[in-house]
């Protein structure tokens, strides 16, 4: 029976695809890709040249129905974005589904997503935590962060350059100035950044250094209570 395959690729270093993605790719009937484009030059790299299809949010409710009837018809299928894993921030969700309801197959690949990389490297703890993604851009965007106040695992965010001051801004004003925060940019890629601090010190940093990159914030969560003292205050005690 033919299948989906979900097939994650590198967030930034072309090293970091497995052998595994490589084969798929080698092996299915065609690709599906957030940016033809981008995919290209990945398939290129790699000395892979097969078919492209477009598949992206702005055209993945029109699509997702003659895709699965392609995978159903004797079409393997492999599902990329541009960078990271498909569905995580992602287009990928309403194809999968789709094929399950259908009875498809669909095997997903491990492999790269800038989260996994930011949250360990944070030194906050990451055997528990929530992955909020982007923040709405504008409507509803405080209103989520306020509900996220007393959430005490570990947050993770995506944001953009152009938005990174202004999240950092709006994470002072509910989380708190003196929070623990950890942003991390151009992850894998030659000028990977990562700086920890205080939302306040953090936030100096990227007032004074013009923010460039993709960025992965990575949030403290709140201080556990423990018979009316913060779990970090007897920390520091000990």
């Known amino acids: ?86 569905g995580i921030s992602d287009p990928g969700f309403l194809l999968v589904r789709t094929c ?54 570990t947050m993770i965010f995506y944001e953009s350059p152009y938005r990174i001051v202004k999240c950092l801004e709006q994470f002072a004003e509910v989380f708190g100035p003196e929070r623990q925060v950890s942003v991390s940019r151009e992850l894998t890629k030659k000028f990977e950044q990562t700086v920890r601090g205080t939302i306040d010190e953090v936030l100096a940093h990227f007032r004074e250094h013009e923010p460039k990159g993709e960025f992965v914030v990575v949030l403290a969560g709140k201080p556990k209570e423990r018979n009316g003292r913060r779990h970090d205050e007897e920390n520091d005690e000990e």
Do not use: W
């Open 100 to 153: 399950v309801e259908e009875g498809i197959e669909v095997q997903t690949l491990p492999g790269a997503t800038a989260l996994i990389p930011a949250v360990v490297q944070s030194g906050f703890p990451c055997d528990r935590f929530c992955f909020e993604g982007f923040l709405p851009q504008k409507k509803g965007r405080m209103k989520q962060l306020q509900s996220m106040v007393d959430e005490e695992r």
């Open 1 to 86: 029976m033919s299948k989906l395959y979900i097939v994650p690729t590198p967030v930034g270093n072309l090293d970091d695809i497995t052998l595994r993605a490589i084969k798929v790719l080698q092996e299915v009937d065609f690709i599906l890709a957030e940016d033809t484009r981008t995919t290209s030059f990945l398939l290129k790299h790699l000395g892979i040249d097969k078919p492209l299809r477009s598949h992206h949010k702005f055209n993945e409710h029109a699509t997702v129905k003659m895709v699965a009837e392609s995978i159903a018809a004797g079409k393997d299928a492999a599902l990329v974005s541009d960078a990271g894993t498909p």
